[in-house]
Structure formats: structure tokens, C-alpha cells
């Protein structure tokens, strides 16, 4: 199964993006003796975890009925987190196009320099920051303008950010109301009339929020109205 991803709507709409990793998955499935049996594509933040992508998950659900492998152009497609990428490993066995012959301690120790060298780079990156903040404050006025120019750069980032990443919690929020559909049916099964009741049902069986907190009958009523639950039902 081959899975695409590219992080913004411009991009999903670029031939470019995705014909080359298209290109990448089909040399390296010529040069295996793969078939691409489905294709998978996501225009989603690379920030957010493979299995909470919809494409993604139906790639996963696909590959893992068919038997089959997972293959994605190169690892940043999945995920620039280790942690992402050592989830996956245990969760479905895929491939990388650009190396297809690494295997999957070698995809995790790939993520993990990656990772590293992501952070060696935003350290040197604030330290230049620093440094040019510095220039500027003592009136070199090169230094301001590059600072001008960056300030006026997030700040035009900034203005078009809030849809995506409304969207992205928007996807986060109805894949977590998703997994635990059969959940919040078993506490209406087991008789529980009331948003409190609920609440304390869940918290007594040990369940958590999205972020790891106790249920609230607010957290449980967003629940329910993203699943299309009532106490009528």
C-alpha cells in the first residue's frame, strides 16, 4: 500500500510533491517485485501522529487486512518523531522508498539522527537569533531589517496558521471519538441518564480524556455530539 503525504493544500495540489514521491515508491517497487495494491494520501502536518491521520489509517487498515506492506517515498512521509516512527514499527510493517533495503532497527535508529540533528539545527538557528537581536539592539541597522522581515514573515505565517490547525484538531478530535464509541455506548447500555453520571462512569473504569485528564460532563457532551449520542438513544 502506498502512502503519500504532503502538509499543505498548495502542495496537495502540486504535481511536483506528489508525483515524486509517486515516482520514488514506483522505482522501488520495480526494483523489489512489489504491487501497489491501494494508494493513501494525506495533506496533514507531519507533526501529527501517522494513526491519527485519516488516509493514514485507512493505508494501515489496508495493508494489515491485505497482508501487505506499507511503503511511503521517504521516512519524513510518515513522521519526523521518533516516537512516531517506533509506533509504527510495532504497529504494521512498512518500507521506505529512497532506502528499501533498511530494515526496521535501521528506520528507527534513521528517525532518532534526524531527530537530533533537528534539534542541533533549532539550537544554532536561536543562537543566531540571539545574535542578530543583539546587533540590532546596539543600532546596527542591517540587523533590524532582517529582523523586520522575519517578524513580518510569522506574522503572515500566523494569520493563515488557525485553519489547519483547527483542522488537524478537528480530525485529532473525531478519531478519539472513534475509539471510543463502544465505550460511551456501554455507559448508556449500563443505564447512566445524566452528563455526570457519565462522567464519573468513565472515571471509575479508569478511562482518560485526549489528554490524559478525568472526564467532565463538558468533555463527555463534546464526546457524545461528535458521535451523534443521546440518552434517547
Known amino acids: 500500500m502506498a502512502y503519500l503525504r504532503v502538509s499543505t493544500e498548495q502542495q496537495g495540489g502540486s504535481s511536483l510533491g506528489l508525483e515524486a514521491q509517486r515516482n520514488y515508491i514506483a522505482q522501488a517497487a520495480a526494483a523489489k517485485g512489489w504491487q501497489v495494491l491501494g494508494e493513501f494520501m494525506d495533506t496533514m502536518s507531519g507533526t501529527i501522529a501517522p494513526t491519527q491521520r485519516p488516509e493514514c489509517l485507512k493505508a494501515i487498515r489496508a495493508a494489515e487486512d491485505a497482508g501487505a506492506l ?21 504497529r504494521v510493517p512498512f518500507k521506505v522508498a529512497t532506502m528499501p533495503d533498511a530494515d526496521a532497527f535501521q528506520l528507527h535508529i534513521y528517525a532518532a539522527l534526524a531527530q537530533q540533528e533537528r534539534e542541533f539545527i533549532a539550537g544554532r538557528t536561536k543562537d543566531a537569533l540571539q545574535r542578530l537581536k543583539s546587533r540590532a539592539a546596539s543600532g546596527d541597522a542591517e540587523a533590524q531589517a532582517k529582523i523586520d522581515r522575519r517578524s513580518a514573515g510569522r506574522a503572515m505565517a500566523h494569520s493563515r496558521g488557525p485553519l489547519a490547525a483547527t483542522r488537524a484538531a478537528q480530525v485529532k478530535a473525531n478519531l478519539y471519538a472513534e475509539s471510543v464509541d463502544s465505550i460511551f455506548k456501554a455507559a448508556l447500555f449500563d443505564g447512566m441518564k445524566s452528563l455526570r453520571e457519565v462522567a464519573n462512569w468513565l472515571n471509575m473504569k479508569g478511562y482518560k480524556t485526549p489528554r490524559g485528564g478525568a472526564f467532565t460532563p463538558i468533555a463527555v457532551s463534546r464526546t457524545m455530539k461528535r458521535l451523534g449520542l443521546s440518552f434517547n438513544t
Open 70 to 90: 506499507l511503503v511511503v517515498a521517504k521516512l519524513d512521509r510518515l513522521s519526523r518523531d521518533v516516537e512516531h516512527i517506533a509506533a509504527m514499527v510495532k
